[in-house]
């Protein structure tokens, strides 16, 4: 268990670390009864309190330790603060003066700076070496050793004070202390652990103010605050109660230090228990512990006031402060960002605990003792204690929150970013952006004005009038877009120059321009528009009015105008028909709008019907809901068919559903329907997902799609309710799945098929079916947390670094809870496939070939071909899939494919055709368009391009950029010899994604690889 919660620093550091603190704690254990009867021998039991005042002091020193920070190393700073406080022990001894009280207030003040500054920096320097997850395992083991040396120390002082003297002991505490100063740099040796060390956060300037700033640590500050406070109350009673029974110093030296002797193993005890405690609950159990015990304690002290009851509050003070409290805190700072962290630290641990608390303690004694006895006194500290356990609660669920922002993986915004163009500076930068001739720089500037305020857009009107013609459709509608917030900075003449845009975006933002640039006028300029010669113009004023409403409520759209132009319905011109298609969704008040669109619906021409289709979505017309579900199939109306069902909203849900749960309907339309689910918003849309995933032998891709949208619709926060037993099957689904993949792998992997390359692609296929029920099972928790948290948990533990991963399965835990978290952490936990435990079933050939996901399927069926005894004739069927794999064997050395699991390959070689082509065949021209992408299989190919020759064989790729764009090609691709290839081309790679959107996604991961590759 140690060694796996414990990554860093590993098991032979952390007993070091413990080591370590055992010395440093064995020093305070023997200084703590000195500095009491040191004090009470010079004030007395009444006048005790005073010395809490001297602790002020020790907020003096802070910036002091923090300043020593910044110049020096971890390594070097803690043995040299050690070696200091070492030496202020020996000088102490020389100028002991017995009965002082000067001496005692002195020694009690140095007391608490030392006890402070060499425990807080001990813990600063342990930060450096955990993470949120190991701290949980780490810091109870280390703080034992604490455990340990504080009964040592007690003892120390408890059975010697009376014999060599109290002043002596200081030198023995002096030896400790010198001990543990020169061990330290060891620990701290290593040169990994020299680099972490060497960090040094600066926070120079407005210091207080950017630490507190945190939310997370002004709650701790506060928590530590009342922690002192009620339990300098205890102390305060204790030692009074201590010094009326007791009379002489060494007395009051040898009973605190018995006390001590006898109480401080109880922390180990704690420790003992709360380690396992801290795995099955967290941080909550450490940081509610020690004030839900105080609250119980006090109320005994109130009831039954005496040295006792004193005894038995502050034994429970030490046996759980100096354990439980102090490694709920030390957990508590994990999370929290390193500029922040290591300075709070020092200015909670040792200006708050031991300086503002004790000074804030001594105030609030004082005040007490004016108005009640000592024992009203505990019911003060009762009602603290209370006080004290509500704070507890806020900081453990802040403590989860500062996980959650801890994870990465977050989505870089814009917003915030952008500097005022009318500040020095920055407008000939934009203006530079704007005017570059880079898309993308001009694009970026673009992005960067949609945050900007319109008197900054209209500085740089001249700049946008001129993007309004690139030659970059995107960038001439974003321009358009942004001088439509400022009508009078837009050229008119411009914009209406972009009505005849070859792009159909780019007409309709010309009309949002010189709209908001009419005012008033606006009904006039789009009654106008309509009058337009140019069916192009006609069709961008009627998007606009269907998606933006008639100006102030005219009426510039009716019946009339679709009757005057329904003869042109049988013209050849397509824009015409389109767009009487589109004004007959302007007539959403007409009963009888839906009859216009009857023969668009069956219009050759796929950009009428899907205008027709997105009119029948805004007008409701459900009995067109059966042509809109069928037109899912065609790529080309499939977008507006899934705008159109979406429009119809849950009216849609039961063709949806009842087509979805059909299992010999058109999988293409199958595979769409999820996506538009996702649209609706609706309990029904919610049941209709549950039911299809929970459904037995349904496809993988359909459930995990299905998955997907059950998570947009979970984002959209429309108070939807997803029954969390559902959740829970469908997640426990997932992680069964996955267990059975990995056990099929591994057997796989053990058993030799020699002669069979189709078994290694098997297991890669299992390897990535295995990843994708993990990402369904996360999916599903976002389900039931956060989604956007659990996104970046994702993101964090799939990829993230080794503390940022750590923090997210910290944050998980928490979220989920003990138990739903160890039910799937099989499952969350490892990053690749973990070899099968005991309890899972054996997966054999067999069962693989009637697995859901189809790929797995296919090669275990082809696995279990080649190993059998085959028949001399191999059947069709598997001719074709080992030709299927075969294929997938040589997409997976094209560069640009290397990311996408075997499934999408598969995919790809669905749709790859072999062909042969004769020695000179030119398969690419210099200078022009190439529409398709080419692997050699056989023969020779060479590549030509300015002062470049290559030869290309077999297994090797080219033109891999056409399946991206259409720009001139840069080589000129020839045949040497007759060749074979396999040739993909871009119109059915573009087909293929609009089924497929998942390849997609492999395509642009591997871009991004070879972008990463080229700036590396």
């Known amino acids: 268990m140690l060694s796996a919660r414990v990554s860093s620093p590993g098991v032979a550091r952390l007993a070091a670390m413990t080591g370590l603190y055992f010395l440093v704690i064995c020093a305070v254990g023997i200084l703590r009864p000195i500095k009491n009867s040191l004090a009470l021998d010079g004030l007395g039991s009444t006048n005790f309190y005073k010395v809490y005042l001297v602790s002020a002091l020790v907020i003096l020193f802070v910036p002091v330790l923090n300043r020593a920070a910044d110049r020096f190393s971890w390594r070097w700073l803690l043995p040299g603060v050690a070696l200091f406080f070492g030496l202020n022990l020996v000088l102490f001894r020389l100028a002991y003066v017995e009965g002082s009280a000067l001496f005692g207030l002195v020694f009690y003040g140095w007391y608490d700076l030392f006890a402070a500054a060499l425990v807080t920096q001990f813990f600063i320097a342990t930060q450096l070496f955990f993470d949120a997850r190991s701290a949980r395992g780490a810091y109870p083991v280390v703080i034992a050793g604490g455990s340990l040396g504080a009964p040592l120390g007690g003892g120390i002082t408890g059975f010697l004070a009376e014999s060599v003297g109290t002043p002596n002991l200081m030198l023995v505490a002096a030896g400790v202390i010198t001990l543990f100063a020169l061990a330290a740099p060891w620990v701290w040796g290593t040169a990994e652990i020299k680099r972490q060390a060497e960090y040094k956060p600066k926070l120079t300037r407005a210091e207080l103010p950017a630490i507190f700033s945190n939310r997370h640590v002004r709650l701790i500050a506060a928590s530590v605050l009342l922690t002192i406070l009620v339990k300098q109350l205890v102390d305060f009673q204790f030692n009074a109660l201590t010094r009326e029974v007791f009379e002489s110093r060494d007395a009051v030296s040898a009973f605190q230090g018995k006390f001590n002797a006898a109480t401080q193993w109880l922390p180990l005890v704690v420790l003992v228990a709360l380690r396992p405690a801290l795995q099955r609950w967290g941080v909550g159990v450490a940081v509610l512990l020690l004030p839900a015990a105080m609250f119980l304690t006090t109320t005994g002290l109130a009831i039954a006031y005496g040295l006792w009851a004193a005894v038995g509050a502050k034994g429970t003070e030490t046996a759980l402060r100096y354990s439980a409290e102090r490694a709920g805190r030390e957990i508590l700072y994990v999370p929290v960002p390193d500029d922040i962290k290591l300075k709070a630290k020092a200015y909670i641990d040792v200006a708050i605990e031991k300086g503002l608390g004790k000074v804030l303690s001594a105030g609030l004694i004082a005040l007490l003792l004016v108005f009640m006895d000592l024992r009203g006194i505990a019911l003060v500290g009762m009602a603290m204690a209370a006080a004290w356990l509500v704070l507890a609660m806020a900081v453990r669920r802040e403590y989860v929150r500062t996980l959650a922002r801890a994870i990465d993986g977050r989505f870089a915004s814009l917003k915030g970013l952008f500097v005022a163009l009318t500040e020095s500076g920055s407008l000939p930068v934009i203006r530079t952006a704007l005017g570059s001739g880079s898309p993308l720089r001009a694009a970026f500037a673009l992005e960067l004005l949609g945050q900007a305020s319109d008197d900054d857009v209209r500085a740089v009107a001249a700049e946008l009038n001129a993007l309004a013609e690139h030659q970059d459709e995107t960038i001439r509608e974003a321009a358009l877009d942004q001088l439509a917030r400022v009508p009078g900075a837009a050229d008119e003449t411009v914009a209406r120059g972009r009505l005849s845009d070859d792009a159909a975006a780019v007409r309709e933002a010309a009309v949002r321009v010189l709209v908001a640039a009419s005012g008033a006028a606006a009904a ?6 309509l009058r337009s010669d140019q069916p192009r113009v006609r069709t961008a004023a009627l998007a606009h009015l269907i998606s933006a409403g008639p100006p102030e409520g005219d009426t ?23 767009e009487l298609a589109l004004a007959a969704a302007g007539l959403r008040d007409d009963p009888e709008a839906g009859r216009f669109l009857g ?14 289709l997105r009119s029948a979505g805004l007008l409701g017309c459900t009995d067109c809901c059966d042509r809109m579900i069928a037109a899912l199939a065609v790529p080309a109306t499939r977008e507006a068919a899934r705008d159109a069902l979406a429009a119809l909203g849950h009216a849609a849900v039961p063709s949806l559903t009842r087509v979805l749960m059909d299992q010999d309907a058109d999988m293409r339309i199958r595979l769409a329907i999820p996506g538009v689910l996702a649209r609706v918003p609706h309990q029904s849309t919610v049941d209709t997902l549950f039911h299809l995933v929970l459904a037995p032998e349904t496809e993988q891709l359909l459930d995990f799609r299905s998955i997907k949208a059950l998570g947009k619709l979970r984002a959209r926060g429309d108070g ?5 037993s559902l959740v829970l099957e469908v997640a ?3 992680v069964e799945t996955a267990e059975c993949y990995a056990s099929a792998r591994a057997r796989l992997l053990r058993v030799p098929r020699p002669g069979c390359p189709t078994t290694g692609l098997l297991a890669d296929a299992l390897a990535e079916a295995w990843a994708e029920r993990r990402e369904g099972l996360f999916r599903c928790i976002g389900l039931l947390c956060p989604p956007h948290d659990v ?5 964090a533990v799939s990829s993230g670094a080794r503390t940022r991963r750590a923090n997210a399965l910290e944050w998980l835990e928490h979220t989920l809870g003990y138990d739903m978290y160890h039910r799937f952490a099989g499952l969350i936990e490892p990053p690749a496939p973990p070899p099968p435990s005991p309890r899972q079933q054996t997966v054999s050939l067999a069962d693989l070939r009637r697995d859901e996901d189809s790929w797995v399927a296919l090669l275990a069926g082809a696995v279990a071909t080649s190993t059998a005894a085959a028949p001399p004739d191999p059947q069709p069927e598997y001719r074709e899939t080992m030709e299927l794999i075969e294929k997938v064997f040589l997409l997976q050395r094209v560069d640009l494919l290397q990311d996408a699991r075997g499934a999408h390959l598969a995919l790809l070689a669905s749709i790859a055709e072999e062909i042969e082509v004769p020695a000179g065949r030119v398969l690419i021209a210099a200078g022009e368009p190439t529409e398709a992408m080419y692997m050699v299989t056989r023969g020779e190919v060479t590549l030509e391009a300015v002062g470049q020759h290559m030869r290309l064989g077999p297994e090797q790729a080219f033109g891999t950029w056409a399946l991206i764009d259409q720009d001139p090609s840069p080589i ?10 396999l040739r993909i081309t871009r119109f059915d790679l573009h087909d293929l994604l ?19 590759n080229l700036v590396a």
């Open 972 to 981: 000129e691709a020839v045949a040497t010899e007759p060749t074979r290839l």
């Open 720 to 724: 939807l309710v997803f029954d969390r």
């Open 732 to 734: 426990s689904r997932e």
């Open 556 to 578: 510039v759209l009716d019946r009339d105008y679709i009757e005057a132009r329904w003869s042109g319905i049988h013209d050849d011109d397509p824009e015409t028909r389109a």
């Open 791 to 795: 996104y970046r948990t994702w993101l």
């Open 994 to 1012: 609009a089924d497929h959107s998942e390849l997609a996604v492999a395509l642009l991961q591997g871009l991004a690889r070879r972008m990463r």
């Open 524 to 529: 006039v300029l789009l009654g106008d528009l």
């Open 599 to 612: 023969p668009f619906l069956d219009d050759p021409d796929p950009r009428v019907v899907s205008t027709a």
